[in-house]
């Protein structure tokens, strides 16, 4: 009798438990998930089924029908009154989740283990659950029930029923209960109502997270968040307000490392102090995990605050920049790259806050450093930039014109700056310097541009062509004695006289295109003078005389030594004569190449009679052929 009152005592108590946490989301802080179902992730549409005696229902690596179960990553495509929906889990593409086809049988279709929980200590439970039907139907009603390995329930919690709807709604269902001594649990997730029209649903998400007292954390007593400059070198105030809750609180600060949370040693009251030291840009995070006195050491027993960040923002890469060195009366344009708010000051009292201003009309004085300070995220910079303000440039030339002959370099010569570029470039040793030697080949006027490096100014030069004086006196001529040829001379140049040698047998020496009648052969002389003292010059044509041409048309070869023989005197001249004989018909009778040798009428050794014969006769190729006849008489 006295164990069943002690047992009726403690059943009494676990009751009051469950009724004093019934349907109760956490108000406090909560810890890190102790169990945190997602049902994985990979990269298949369906993963394979889950362990043994965690449910009694179907595995399909499809699309399940009544009592059948599928862990996908997805809905697409399953069933034509399904909600099209992808896992819950935050940023988890890849992520699964049980999809569950209702039995027609109400029961259990989910049981797993929840092991290593805390001695009395106050949990908060929660699933993600969606209705998947696209219509009216059969509407999920699911009981979760949280129990002792010994069948003892510490508590049980309905969604009641979960509408449908014609657009998907993952809902989050959640409830608080606490632990006595044992702490190896078991969930159950009970489908109230049948299958068959409806009363499909998705599990995703579920978590078991210890739940604890209000944890209000703070930096400096002010905001849970503050933002530093990089470079800042401080102390930092943490502290957190701490409502009861648990019978001998403990606490630990913690660091977030980047991937994880990490205890601060020795930092175990409810304030501390974070020292920076000439901080690096980034994102520092620290929060106070609490938990009873025998549970501290256990993160599965410990609750967090939420995290205070102190966020330390870099300072504007800040650069200054101007368009100097800039003349007299030019713009000065000033230039800064980053920030969103800028302030600007300068020789002469100039302030602005353009990003970039314009400073118009510049003076020698505006010269001098110029300086801005930018501000991005509530950090500042400062940067500087030299503004060189010049005087204008006057460019001179030695001189505005020159003569020279051709061919013959002229010196030019600049002043007035430190970079000189003469244009056109023809003609010029060097375009970029201040005294390029200039050998155009015609007449040319030069443009040299003068600068500081900031102003500029031009000035131009002529550069007038003497032309040299040129003879040409022609192609060489071929006469006969006798006759006459006019020669062809030509002259070019500026300001030139010209005349022949010899003038034997020129009608006038001074034209260009004199008649000459020599009686044998002769060369003739042009000669060009340049009268501006620039060169002269000299060409030749040679006059080749060949004596006149008598071919006579009879001779009388009758042995009486007078006219025996076809002479033709000007053979004697043209070594390569060739002489051809024939009769009225055009039978060769006589030929002769070479040294003429005189025909002495005969054929084959013997006399041909008395008549006329026809002859061709090739001097060289000055003449064109001769023919005619000549009459043989005895």
Known sequence: MRHQIKALQLLLLLLTSITLSAQQVCTGALGDPVINIDFGSGNTNFSTPLSANTTNYRFIAGTPGDGDYTIAKNTNGMRPGWHQVTNHTSGELNGYMMVVNASNTPGIFYQTAIPNLCPGTTYEFAAWIINLLNYSGIKPNITFSIETSAGTVLKTYNTGDIPDGSSPNWVQYATTFTTTGQTDLILKITNNGPGGNGNDIALD?????????????????????????????????????????????????????????????????????????????????????????????SINCRVASSPLIITVNAKPNTLASNNGPVCIGANIQLSANEGTTFTWTGPNGFTSTDKSPLINNAQLNMSGVYTVTATLNGCTNTASTTVQVLDPVEASTSFNSVSTCESSPVQLFASGGTTYKWLPVDGLSDPNISNPLASPKESTTYTVTVSNGACSATATVAVNIIKNAVADAGTDFKILNGRSVTLNGKVTGDNVTYFWTPVDYLDDPTKLNPIANPPFDITYTLHAESNSGCLSSTDDVFVKVYPKIVIPNSFTPNGDGVNDTWIIPATDAFPNTKVRIVNRTGSLLYQSNGIYNPWDGKFEGKDLPVGTYYYTIYFNEDFEVFSGWVFLTR
């Open 205 to 297: 998400d579920i978590t078991f997270r210890a739940c604890g007292p209000i944890i209000t954390p703070s930096i400096n007593n002010g905001s849970a968040n503050i933002s530093v400059c990089e470079g800042t070198t401080g102390s930092y105030n943490l502290s957190a307000d701490v409502s009861a809750g648990y019978a001998d609180p403990v606490f630990q600060w913690q660091v977030y490392t980047g991937t994880s949370w990490t205890d601060i040693p020795g930092q175990n009251s409810k304030q501390t102090t974070v020292n920076l030291n000439n901080a690096a840009k980034g994102t520092y995070q620290y929060r106070l995990v609490a938990a009873e006195k025998q549970n501290i050491g």
